[in-house]
């Protein structure tokens, strides 16, 4: 594979958020508004610029990765800081070529070298087993009200980081998407089709359940 990966830098915007619209469009609902979470996003306190990456093949910007701080809080009211990444994109045409793994991969080591120990993301497990990732009732990792989502999933950077402790998993503010900014925001890129897709079932099948602890 011919790649490259570094840092998104502000000529890349645009770039990154076409990019983003067009892995994420229909795939979860008729479509998407994940290129106006990643334009937003960049504006946020939570947002870290040193865990934002692009990945070049043969010199074209073509995937990209964004992270913001997230926390997790104990029984006792103990707080830990962690990570959630997303979205995470790469163009429909280079996609299940391993260059979305060795992007997050890369992602891992950075992460890691900035002394952060573990990940929640939510996520279909059959795109990030592979990686790592678990599910959340593994690590006592639940979201308010005590149930463990099955799309949410969670990878320890450092092996036993969530041990010894029950969780409630709190995600950054900037996850909540204005609907009608988001839409407004879309309306800039050339007018496409919305359409349903099986795969759209499946999210909100997986959405909407949850795994008995």
């Known amino acids: 594979m ?4 570094r840092n998104e830098v502000p000529s890349d915007y645009n770039r990154v958020e076409e990019i983003t619209r067009n892995a994420f469009w229909d795939l979860y609902v008729p479509g998407c508004n994940e290129h106006f979470l990643a334009h937003v996003m960049r504006d946020h306190p939570d947002f870290i610029p040193e865990l934002d990456f692009v990945i070049e093949i043969d010199g074209v910007v073509a ?3 964004m992270y913001t701080r997230s ?5 006792n009211g ?3 800081a962690i990570l959630t990444f997303g979205p995470v994109s790469i163009l429909p045409e280079y996609q299940r070529k391993g260059y979305g793994r060795a992007l997050i991969s890369h992602s891992f080591e950075k992460a890691i070298g900035m002394n952060y120990d573990a990940i929640v993301i939510f996520g279909n497990p059959r795109n990030y087993v592979s990686l790592g990732f678990r599910s959340c009732v593994r690590y006592g990792v639940a979201i308010e009200g005590g149930t463990y989502p099955s799309a949410m999933l969670v990878k320890e950077l ?3 980081a969530l041990e010894g402790e029950k969780w409630i998993y709190h995600e950054s503010e900037v ?8 839409q407004k ?3 800039q890129f050339p007018k496409r089709e919305k359409c349903h897709r099986a795969s759209q079932e499946e999210f909100d099948i997986l959405s909407h359940s949850q795994i008995i602890a």
Do not use: H, M, P, T
């Open 158 to 160: 450092r092996d036993g």
């Open 175 to 182: 996850y909540q998407i204005d609907e009608c900014a988001a």
């Open 185 to 187: 925001f879309d309306g």
């Open 63 to 65: 995937g990209n990765i």
């Open 2 to 5: 011919n790649y490259s990966i």
């Open 78 to 80: 103990n707080e830990k």
């Open 71 to 75: 926390r997790l809080v104990g029984r």
